[in-house]
């Protein structure tokens, strides 16, 4: 199962907590040092800076010392495709030797040098994969489909052990493709229903997700489930979007639409494009929910676009400029409208919420537009805890 | 792990008392749902939005409009700002100016981003400041500071000193550092010597006690400076590029001291990153030495090689152990 110790996670998730109370003023300050004491772990799990720097430099590392064996061992193997894929399979066990190895000896989590090993390792085995089976000479569809099928369980069992997102995520991916193509190889008319299909599947994924997180024993992955649960409200309303589904249906399935045609179904799909993004607004707020909340926020954007694309004026400025006073009125307006908390909405800064670690991103983003520097400050890092690096004394002081 | 269950989990091994595990769920049940990023986020895409919309309004009606309308309309509008600014402006101290009023410091910021454009528009259809183009950039630059420090904005702090960068010819945005023409080395000297002004003010102003919190955005634009410039010598400059070595391991002693000090990650990346740069075009330059002597293809790229995967090897190394090592 997963590779980390699961006492170890757990402390780390109590400490974690626990800092946040304090920071809060909830715990006092005795009661605060009990609680790292009891629940030690001995993750290194750095800065966020330390973790780009560590990621980049790992991956520069793995990929110089490949090579190097690569080199001394002979570059050209005379067995063609095989032969590299072999290869492949070769350096990537040896990755995940020293993967397994670090994390076991050193502990290090989420560390910036197990994500580069991880995803080099996959690439490594997912790329030996289609190198075996382009020596098959079988056409596209059937060598994509059984690429992914072979590479699915690889996905699925990395987010099992590492418990990462990004894998999770592309195990999200690689199953919406498998999907894809068995609709695509079954016959020219199931392709119509691939909207629907998406639908139905973002629904089934996403009540699984929610179902699941709620789960305490599943809670080492909660991080995958997060970014699954994420994934298939987006695929909900892409698929359901004006634009995909035209463009599909003119890229898929040859339909040509002729002046004044339009799709089938075409005002279904201009009400789903206009509502979803509206619908998970207010269910967000209604059931205090921030991710249908920010995915909703997210997708006016793309619905505002879509119909600008299909129903311009040519007037962008014109567009900007009342989109613009919209959304300064908007915020205005509820920020005076919730001074004073309404229906247990503030506009307070949540405290234990902190975007990004302690990366001051507003002021990044306000620096680089109107051109000033950034002010970025890593000092405090949620996941570092206490063990290895003096505890407590890791705590901020900006 | 869920906080009911953290919770619920410390109760029980008592490491929590009774009244803190109340307390804790107390503050857990009645806790608000906050929508202060999504707002604020929403607020400043208005901002932008809306700017750029007028900007392109004004552009394309212009012959309609006439220059001096416009020209007084964002005159007025810059001044509007200001005015509001002057009007809620609190007593000036050399501490750190709390302001509650959450749209104080985006007026602010509007007065100076209008200033600029007006500024802008008398020099391009006026000619106001004829030749003199380091008059154009040296007055935002001085209004910019004195604002800066006036109504304690870091953001401005952050304009004004880019302000004098571009008075001395240089471009000083984050992103666009790069972008710089190193074409002469007068410029590179320039970049030098504003990068350790700056670096120094940063010191000067923590002992003084002067607005210590800007001493952040002085010492970042002063190391990013001080660290492209002595790069953009050691690559551009010939025949004394070995001297730009030691000041680089320099400004990288300086970086990590102060990530040490100030327990800041950023700027112990900076010094990792930029140290590397250079330490790798040092080692291309002894490669490229050795090669002019011997015609050994083949060992030169085994030894790039090596030199990659030993030095990021202790790259990670350092990074692994910093503490320990920074603390000897």
């Known amino acids: 199962m997963i590779a980390y110790s699961k006492t170890h996670l757990d402390n780390l998730a109590i400490v974690h907590e626990a800092k946040k109370w304090h920071h809060n003023t909830l715990i006092t300050d005795q009661k605060y040092q009990e609680i790292i004491t009891n629940h030690k772990h001995p993750f290194y799990s750095p800065n966020f800076f330390v973790r780009i720097g560590l990621f980049v430099f790992t991956l520069i590392c793995a990929s110089a010392a490949n090579g190097l064996i690569m080199a001394m061992t002979g570059i050209i193997d005379n067995n063609g495709e095989t032969g590299i894929a072999i290869r492949l399979f070769v350096h990537g066990s040896l990755m995940l030797f020293a993967l397994e190895f670090l994390i076991k000896e050193k502990n290090i989590f989420k560390s910036g040098i197990d994500d580069a090993l991880l995803y080099m390792i996959l690439g490594y085995f997912i790329t030996g994969i289609s190198f075996i089976f382009s020596s098959y000479e079988l056409d596209e569809i059937n060598s994509l489909l059984l690429i992914s099928i072979v590479t699915l369980p690889i996905l699925i069992a990395a987010t099992i052990r590492y418990s990462d997102r990004m894998v999770a995520a592309s195990v999200f991916i690689c199953m919406l493709f498998i999907i894809f193509l068995v609709m695509n190889k079954i016959s020219e008319s199931t392709k119509l229903f691939l909207p629907f299909v998406a639908m139905i599947t973002a629904s089934i994924t996403y009540f699984l997700s929610i179902k699941y997180r709620k789960k305490d024993s599943l809670r080492y992955w909660d991080n995958s489930l997060w970014i699954i649960e994420i994934l298939s409200l987006l695929l909900f309303y ?161 | 792990m869920k906080i009911k269950s953290i919770l619920d989990k410390l109760h029980l091994e008592s490491t929590l008392n009774d009244e803190e595990y109340h307390k804790l769920n107390q503050h857990y049940n009645s806790k608000l749902f906050s929508v202060h990023w999504e707002l604020k986020i929403i607020l400043y895409l208005g901002v932008m939005l809306l700017s750029t919309g007028v900007g392109i309004l004004i552009y394309l009606n212009i012959d309609t409009i006439g220059h001096t309308a416009i020209v007084t309309i964002i005159g007025l509008a810059s001044a509007a700002c200001f005015i509001y600014s002057y009007k809620n402006k609190k007593p000036f101290t050399w501490q750190e100016v709390s302001n509650d009023h959450p749209f104080a410091d985006y007026i602010l910021l509007l007065g100076c981003l209008l200033f600029l454009s007006f500024e802008g528009y008398l020099q391009f259809q006026y000619v106001i400041f004829g030749e003199h183009y380091g008059l154009a950039a040296l007055i935002p630059a001085v209004l910019f500071f004195y604002i800066a420090y006036r109504y304690d904005h870091k953001g401005i702090l952050s304009m004004a000193i880019t302000a004098i960068g571009s008075w001395l010819g240089l471009t000083i945005t984050p992103l666009n550092m790069l972008d710089q023409d190193f074409g002469t080395t007068t410029i590179i000297y320039t970049g030098i010597i504003l990068g350790a002004v700056f670096t120094s003010i940063s010191y000067v102003i923590i002992t003084k006690n002067w607005k210590k919190h800007f001493s952040f955005t002085y010492f970042n634009f002063g190391m990013q400076l001080l660290f492209i410039s002595t790069l953009a010598g050691m690559f551009t400059i010939e025949y004394i590029q070995l001297l730009f070595f030691p000041l680089l391991a320099a400004i990288c002693y300086l970086a990590i001291r102060y990530a040490k000090k100030e327990n800041s990650f950023y700027f112990l990346l900076l010094a990792v990153v930029y140290g590397y740069i250079g330490l790798t075009y040092l080692f291309y330059l002894i490669l490229d030495f050795l090669n002019a002597f011997s015609n050994a293809d083949i060992g030169i790229f085994y030894l790039a090689l090596l030199y990659f995967s030993l030095s990021c090897a202790g790259i990670i190394y350092f990074f692994f152990n910093y503490k320990k090592i920074l603390q000897s």
């Open chain 1, 238 to 398: 892409l698929a359901g979007n004006y634009y995909i589904v035209r463009t599909l249906t003119e890229e898929l399935i040859g339909i040509y639409i002729n002046e004044g045609e339009d799709i089938p179904m075409a005002y279904f799909f201009y009400a789903f494009t206009a509502l979803i993004p509206l619908v998970y607004i207010f269910i967000g707020l209604k059931n205090k929910n921030k991710i249908l909340l920010r995915t909703g926020l997210l997708l006016i954007a793309a619905s505002v676009i879509t119909f600008k694309y299909y129903f311009s004026l040519g007037h962008h400025e014109i567009t900007m400029t009342i989109g613009g006073s919209i959304m300064l009125a908007l915020a205005w307006f509820s920020i005076n409208y919730l001074k004073t908390p309404k229906h247990g909405i503030t506009y307070t800064k949540d405290t234990d919420e902190n975007i990004l670690g302690n990366f001051d991103s507003e002021t990044l983003v306000l620096a680089q537009t109107f051109g000033g520097t950034h002010h970025v400050q890593g000092d405090n890092n949620p996941e570092m805890g206490g063990g290895k690096f003096g505890g407590g004394g890791a705590d901020s002081s900006f």
